[in-house]
């Protein structure tokens, strides 16, 4: 008996309109793909395929945009792998993952691929409220219109920040909002690109992003641009041949909202000694100028290296360093200061709210925590399950490596931790907008918010 001759009645009509709808699924499929395919472009579509299927299938959280034309499209994360696509500036995927130099995206066919993170920008990803009755504003500045309010746990999609990081621009029932970086949380955060300045920036000023693409630009072809992710970088040998001495009153004013890291040798190794941390803001003499980095000495006749991507330069008379602070590693003392020393490698770390990865982004306990663990040392997860940990001890009985706590909710829980320096510093994971840094312990918030210290190593 033939198919034709089983079906019928209302199951017949039900089969028939069921096949008419599987082919026009798959024709809307295929035109797609095709469509995609001709324009080189491999943008991300379950969105419309759900228009087209009624799928759950929603738009990524996570959404990264190619910034440049022909860029190769890899199966793992290095050059040497297969190139399986090229992309284009516009191209929109959902970010899977990042890598040191590379973004895993979702990709058709393949499931995921990778491209090198020089030509991607997060340009919209999920982030987190953190704290009740934050403030959305119609401009980044507190004295602009407050439009409505969020509660700790709420979603917003971030697509923008402004190029201090203090606000995240955000999709707020349709419109173009801010909400202070202060309150926001989320994995991805610290690769949102900053909005772009409308001001010309002068040589100084430039950032590293503008240098980076200008070499890039310079460069011929896609495949010797991609080679500059995995290019080998100078050793400390090779860049202290390339210093020289500077004119006559030459200083560097720090702008890095963390510190800047004075150093022993031109090298960000791990291993390089630093002579001390110097805050935002501060200035010092230059002395000598190489590839990438600066000869320097502060107020307290420390010499060493300072990486010329985090400094201002000037000439003439250099100000007073009147209320920046030079912390001086010879204040690291006591049982735990090798600790505290291993701390200070991770200034700039970008905080991450629940994040515990010292280079990708860590919060406040989770800094502590992975710091810790480095030395064997398992801590409690958050900082008020850390206070129950180790021995009370007082502010001014203060070690390096010991914990301090605050209560900066405005209740007597504690809400936040951070690790004793030395010389009335400590180091910590403060907000989006900073990342780890140092600061003193007896300016006014830190005061205002002290609740006490406890000791882990005796």
């Known amino acids: 008996m ?29 035109r797609i793909k095709m469509t995609l395919l001709k324009n080189k472009g491999v943008l991300i579509v379950s969105t419309l395929l759900m228009s087209a299927a009624f ?44 890598e040191p130099g590379w973004v895993k995206v979702s990709y058709p066919d393949s499931g995921e691929a990778y491209i090198a993170s020089l030509y991607v920008k997060v340009s919209e990803t999920d982030a987190s409220v953190t704290d009740h009755a934050v403030n959305v504003r119609t401009a980044p500045t507190t004295a602009s219109d407050v439009i409505g309010q969020a509660n700790v746990g709420e979603t917003v999609s971030v697509t923008g920040k402004t190029e201090d990081g203090a606000w995240y621009k955000v999709n707020y029932n349709g ?11 989320g994995s991805y955060l610290y690769l949102v690109q900053a909005d772009k300045q409308t001001e010309t920036q002068t040589a100084e000023t430039k950032t590293a992003e503008n240098v980076i693409n200008q070499v890039i630009e ?25 210093f020289q001495p500077v004119e006559k009153n030459t200083y560097a004013i720090i702008n890095s909202p963390g510190g800047l890291r004075l150093r022993s040798t031109p090298s960000a190794d791990s291993s390089n000694t630093i002579i001390s941390v110097l805050s935002d803001g501060y200035a010092v003499t230059v002395l000598e100028s190489g590839e990438g980095w600066l000869y320097v000495s502060d107020d307290y006749g420390n010499e060493g290296y300072i990486s010329s991507e985090y400094v201002e ?4 008379e250099k100000p007073e360093n009147t209320g920046h602070t030079d912390f001086n590693k010879d204040a690291l003392t006591g049982n735990a200061a090798e600790i505290a020393e291993y701390a200070l490698d ?72 951070g690790m004793y320096l030395g010389d009335n510093m400590y180091i910590h994971s403060s907000t989006y907008s900073t990342g780890v840094i140092v600061e003193d312990l007896y300016d006014d918030y830190s005061t205002s918010t002290y609740v006490g210290a406890k000791r882990i190593i005796n």
């Open 2 to 30: 033939s198919k034709t001759e089983l079906c019928n009645g209302e199951g017949c009509v039900a089969d028939v309109l069921r096949i008419i709808w599987l082919n026009y699924y798959n024709f809307i499929t295929r």
């Open 55 to 98: 799928s759950t299938a929603v738009f990524a959280s996570n959404v990264g945009t190619v910034t440049r034309d022909s860029i190769n499209v890899r199966s793992g994360d290095s050059t040497d792998s297969q190139v399986i696509g090229v992309t284009n500036t516009g191209d929109q995927y959902a970010i899977l993952d990042v």
């Open 175 to 185: 419109q173009t909002a801010y909400i202070s970086a202060d309150y926001l949380g």
């Open 218 to 242: 310079e460069m011929n072809g896609t495949a010797e641009a991609e080679a500059a992710v995995d290019a080998p970088k100078l050793t400390a040998e090779d860049i202290l041949k390339t």
């Open 313 to 316: 330069l000037y000439v003439g």
């Open 346 to 417: 991770f200034i700039g770390t970008p905080y991450v709210y629940g994040g515990t990865d010292l280079t990708l982004g860590v919060d406040c306990s989770g800094f502590v925590y992975s710091v810790y663990q480095h030395f064997g040392i398992t801590l409690q997860r958050n900082s008020a399950s850390m206070y129950s940990q180790g021995t009370y001890v007082s502010k001014d009985e203060l070690q390096a490596g010991d914990l301090v706590f605050f209560n900066t909710g405005g209740n007597t829980n504690i809400s936040h931790v």
